[in-house]
């Protein structure tokens, strides 16, 4: 049997689930989008994660505030951001995001999840929101990874008391990335690892996505976490 996809609603939540064939319980995955994105912006990376996982990919709570798109984020934005000019959010921003997300990823909405499991893949801003949760509540997650994305700013003072220890963690960025410089990843992996974490990093020259090389090493994370 296969796999099924289908598009759900729970309370306010648009999401796009994947669920194993069985009766579970199944790991579970969230797969959390970028800014501008959608519930349907993260499954390119779906075929690289493990077939035997419940992914679950919720829409942003968020309008964005771009003009030229639509879709989603995971903050109220201070102001419109541009690329010459922007305001990294903070740690405390991702706060309403990280509230609800810990009340949507439970077995009462899930009971075919194991979510002692719950691992989760964030994208840009998305990955941004999952190290925000991941630093906070390092008791929900068992493995993080974040794509083309930054650590909020305040993230190093959480690292102080190493909250991420020996938990497994994946950087991949693009060293061309004209959204979010490498150097915010490259920072990101730094303080990771002073918050315990154990970083697999992967960069490669390109933009804001991933090379062929870094897709086959998140497989393999996933495979191995």
Not at 28 to 57: C, Q, Y
Not at 93 to 113: C, I, M, W, Y
Not at 123 to 131: D, E
Not at 147 to 170: M, N, Y
């Amino acid at each position: 049997m296969e796999a099924s996809i289908a598009a759900r609603q729970i309370g306010d939540w648009q999401l796009k689930l994947r669920q194993p064939p069985g009766e579970g319980p199944f790991p579970v995955i969230g797969m959390i989008h970028g800014w501008t994105g959608d519930e349907d912006s993260m499954w390119v990376f779906a075929s690289r994660l493990p077939k035997n996982a419940l992914l679950i990919a919720p829409r942003g709570l968020f309008p964005s505030l771009l003009s030229d798109f639509a879709g989603y984020a995971w903050h109220t934005q201070r102001s419109q951001p541009s690329q010459r000019s922007r305001l990294w959010p903070r740690v405390e921003d991702f706060d309403p995001a990280v509230a609800a997300l810990l009340e949507l990823f439970t077995t009462r909405n899930f009971p075919q999840g194991d979510f002692s499991q719950l691992r989760l893949l964030g994208f840009s801003q998305g990955a941004a929101l999952t190290f925000a949760l991941g630093l906070q509540h390092p008791e929900r997650v068992q493995a993080l990874a974040g794509l083309a994305g930054f650590l909020p700013e305040g993230s190093a003072e959480l690292a102080v008391d190493q909250p991420l220890l020996d938990k497994p963690v994946f950087l991949a960025h693009g060293t061309r990335d004209e959204l979010v410089p490498v150097e915010k990843a490259r920072l990101a992996a730094t303080i990771l690892e002073r918050a315990g974490a154990t970083v697999n990093y992967c960069e490669h020259d390109v933009g804001h996505k991933l090379n062929a090389a870094c897709f086959r090493s998140l497989k393999i994370f996933f495979e191995d976490n």
